[in-house]
């Protein structure tokens, strides 16, 4: 299942009033729990898919069409805090250095 896929299931941000978008309401509606199976998959197996980048490294883009690369994944954090750090990733021209926090489910987010 392809991230893309994943995000399939997020509900489009509807504007308001004039035509401007409410950030609150992006907020709720972009943190919506994903539906069964998907809400089931374990953290650890994700953390795995990272780590082995089992992914199509090759055509990861952002929503703008930015190519992505995975240059570093990190390494895995065994305290608390972040799940890797030092993790390398260039998006477009500019490579980004720093921590790659993982979950499974928006709920484990604090906005």
Do not use: C
Not at 3 to 27: E, H, I, N, T, W
């Amino acid at each position: 299942m392809w991230l893309r896929d994943l995000l399939a299931f997020l509900p489009a941000p509807k504007p308001r009033g004039s035509g401007k978008y409410d950030a609150k309401q992006l907020v709720a509606q972009s943190l919506a729990e994903p539906v069964a199976p998907f809400s089931a998959i374990p953290e650890r197996f994700v953390h795995d898919i990272w780590v082995g980048r089992m992914f199509d490294t090759a055509r990861i883009t952002t929503t703008t069409g930015a190519p992505v690369q995975i240059v570093h994944t990190g390494e895995l954090n065994r305290d608390a805090g972040p799940d890797f750090t030092s993790a390398h990733v260039r998006i477009g021209e500019t490579t980004w250095r720093g921590d790659v926090e993982i979950h499974v489910r928006s709920s484990d987010w604090v906005v």
